[in-house]
């Protein structure tokens, strides 16, 4: 059984910053990309930013130049910084990877519980 466990988000105030992380565990050979995903009240879920295993990183516009995606694959986690924080940037945050399961030797998407990140402004 493979899954994905967030870090707690929390409230902060506009201008300032927060780390995100996520972890996997279970029956895992492999995991390819990782990401973060956001969902806003009444909006859709949005991708915020996605890393390949080797560390090519994708990021929405909204968050270009504020928001940094790492990861350990030693550690099978993921780390989103988030600096510059904005009100709208509240949402609840979605960890997402697709692992490589060794269990049965497919891949699929597995996603974390959600963590909710409040920005006052």
């Known amino acids: 059984q493979v899954q994905l466990v967030e870090s707690a988000g929390g409230l902060v105030q506009a201008g300032g910053s927060l780390r995100l992380s996520c972890t996997a565990s279970g029956s895992i050979l492999r995991i390819n990309d990782m990401g973060w995903y956001r969902q806003a009240p009444g909006k859709q879920r949005e991708l915020v930013a996605s890393?390949?295993?080797?560390?090519?990183?994708d990021y929405a516009d909204s968050v270009k130049g504020r928001f940094t995606l790492s990861r350990d694959n030693a550690k099978k986690t993921v780390y989103l910084q988030m600096n510059k924080l904005k009100p709208d940037d509240t949402a609840v945050y979605y960890c997402?990877?697709?692992?490589?399961?060794?269990?049965?030797?497919?891949?699929?998407?597995?996603w974390g519980q959600g963590t909710q990140v409040i920005v006052s402004s």
């Open positions: 997402n990877a697709d692992i490589l399961r060794s269990s049965t030797y497919d891949s699929y998407v597995y």
């Open positions: 890393i390949s295993r080797g560390g090519s990183t």
